[in-house]
């Protein structure tokens, strides 16, 4: 089933915040922005065993326990396995260290076998409170969290969670797979093999508003080529296009900084939002299904609907273009 098809409307909610992902969230904020998302007619929800050690599981859980399992989308990831002891010392996590230091101390195992995915999808039906999934990610088989030695990381995983998710695809106990990554390469060389065939994908960071031209490239062309769908993960770019300070996962640097302050001034000149134009610009693209903004506030909740739903006009994305803050070859929100 293609993700257009499974998902019910163009914007979820991505629920990383909740895994405490750069500050302590106290568990009745974190539940009432899940309360918000529902109550504002979001029925997507993406999640995963590495945002803070099950935390963000355990608390989305509790709020789409209550609620009517078919009324409602959801998503995991596979590759961590959250075990009952706790972490000694510093977590390796690659370019993203000291990510969830606020979530829960259990050690994570990295691992993408057969064995660990189905480990993996049972913890998760635990800590969900839920008895199934619709959408399985294979999560971070890519550079940023293993070097030199993430090509070692897609042989497992293509020998053990592609294999187990396409047989459970297969077999009706979940209706879609993919890769949840924060780079391409690791999809376009999931798109090129013969089997397994993904679903789709979750992109990270990757097809935004400050960065595109690479995804644009290749990837895309191939994943509109087979057919296969995208979520865009962190369209904001870890926040620095929703007014927050990060970039990446880390604080923003110089030159990313200049360049959304140009884009603040572009969209200044034509009373537009950054958010807006955030959202709109990775909608815009046919590969696009949806769009998953992370919260951690309920009122970011009504913002971002607020910001599907802005009129853009046309005027605006031809000045981004002009000015190179968008790429050329990227498809504009309405044809603009």
């Known amino acids: 089933m293609s993700l257009k098809e499974l998902l019910p409307g163009t914007l979820g909610f991505g629920t990383a915040p909740l895994g405490n992902m750069f500050r302590a969230i106290p568990d009745a904020e974190a539940l009432a922005t899940v309360e918000a998302a529902w109550e504002h007619g979001i029925r997507y ?48 996590l690659g370019e993203k260290g000291g990510l969830f230091e606020h979530g829960n101390p259990n050690k994570m195992l990295h691992v993408w076998t057969a064995e660990a995915t189905e480990r993996s999808i049972e913890d998760s039906l635990k800590r969900l409170r839920t008895d199934r999934l619709d959408i399985v990610w294979v999560h971070d088989i890519a550079q940023d969290f293993h070097g030199d030695q993430w090509l070692a990381k897609f042989e497992e995983a293509r020998t053990g969670a592609f294999r187990v998710l396409s047989r459970l ?7 879609a797979w993919g890769l949840g990554v924060n780079k391409a390469e690791p999809i376009e060389l999931t798109l090129a093999l013969d089997e397994p065939k993904p679903d789709g994908f979750l992109l990270a960071g990757r097809y935004t508003l400050l960065d595109h031209e690479y995804a644009l490239q290749r990837l895309l062309p191939m994943a509109q080529e087979q057919g296969v769908d995208m979520v865009v993960g962190g369209p904001y770019s870890s926040g620095i296009l929703a007014g927050g300070a990060h970039f990446e996962y880390q604080a923003a640097p110089a030159h990313i900084i200049e360049k959304v302050a140009r884009l603040k001034a572009v969209a200044a000149r034509h009373g537009v939002s950054v958010k807006a134009a955030a959202l709109q610009f990775s909608l815009a693209h046919p ?28 005027a605006f994305w031809q000045e981004l273009r002009a000015a190179g803050l968008v790429g050329p070859a990227a498809p504009l929100p309405n044809g603009a």
């Open 45 to 92: 929800y993406d999640t995963a065993p590495f945002y803070g050690a099950g935390l963000s599981e355990q608390r989305l859980g509790e709020v789409l326990s209550a609620r009517p399992r078919d009324a409602y989308v959801l998503s995991t990831k596979v590759g961590r396995v959250i075990l009952d002891e706790p972490e000694e010392g510093d977590r390796d």
């Open 169 to 175: 695809r297969d077999e009706g106990v979940i209706k």
């Open 287 to 314: 590969v696009t299904a949806a769009v998953v903004p992370g919260a951690t506030r309920p009122s970011r909740i009504a913002e971002d609907l607020a910001a599907l739903n802005e009129t853009v006009p046309a």
